[in-house]
């Protein structure tokens, strides 16, 4: 089942809950003259994203598909999109390097770190994040008209949860990295010098709403949500990183 809510004014989450997975992957819709889509979900998930999105607008008026870093769930139905849409892929300049110009069936808008992009009333901020979530193309976009991050992996939880909360999400998170050691999924988030000041850089946007790719979106002060992500991840894996 795919369900729609709006996090903030023009800003759409789609849902679309896995049971086998017990996992949401959520899609962010921003509705302005440009209209932007943030992660594509997988190809599975292709049409049932369209349609969602087809309640609230045209799906082929879509300009922008954006995403985080190059992996299934953020980018895997991009060529679906650039074929529905008179739209173009929306990356790091480094994804755009290793992967998407090659990868994509249309053009590509690399991004460096600190460049914006005015969709019409909304203006999106590139932050560069190598390996922040996961991956050394990844990087995130700051809406400063709404204030909403939309940060990937980051605050990622398991269930069918609700579209929004004011409660932390950090807690969940670490419950589910605790949960994952020793599977595939243990060290998604790499812990390196560098991390914490990435973070740091994503705490000082000051986002009124941080929208995660897996679970609920945090409404309220996100500079002290990130901040409390941080202490968690550098717990978790900071003195096991130092013995790697």
């Known amino acids: 089942m795919t369900t729609i809510s709006e996090i903030a004014r023009d800003v759409f989450s789609i849902c679309t809950y896995v049971e086998r997975s017990d996992l949401q992957f959520r899609q962010f819709l921003i509705c302005d003259e440009q209209p932007l889509l943030y992660h594509t979900g997988t190809r599975r998930m292709f049409e049932r994203v369209r349609d969602a999105i087809g309640q609230i607008m045209d799906p082929t008026s879509l300009r922008w598909i954006a995403f985080s870093h190059f992996e ?3 980018c895997g139905a991009l060529n679906y999109w650039l ?3 008179q739209a173009q892929a929306v990356c790091s300049s480094n994804a755009a390097l290793v992967s998407v110009d090659d990868y994509a069936f249309g053009k590509v808008r690399p991004l460096n770190d600190g460049e914006t992009l005015l969709l019409g009333s909304h203006r999106l901020r590139f932050l560069a994040t190598p390996h ?3 991956g050394w193309d990844a990087g995130h976009l700051y809406d400063e008209t709404s204030g909403v ?6 605050l990622h939880q398991v269930g069918d949860v609700a579209a929004t909360t004011m409660e932390s999400r950090v807690a969940a998170m670490r419950s589910m990295l605790e949960s994952s050691r020793g599977t595939p999924m243990d060290w998604c988030i790499p812990w390196t010098p560098q991390t914490r000041a990435r ?4 705490v000082s946007l000051r986002p009124r709403v941080c929208a995660t790719m897996h679970g609920s979106a945090f409404v309220g002060d996100g500079a002290a949500e990130l901040a409390a992500l941080a202490d968690m991840l550098e717990d978790v894996y900071g003195a096991a990183a130092s013995d790697v």
Do not use: I, K
């Open 72 to 74: 299934a769930d953020e």
């Open 83 to 85: 074929q529905e849409a």
């Open 132 to 134: 922040l979530p996961h």
């Open 149 to 154: 991050l939309f940060c990937s992996d980051l």
């Open 199 to 202: 973070l740091e850089r994503l």
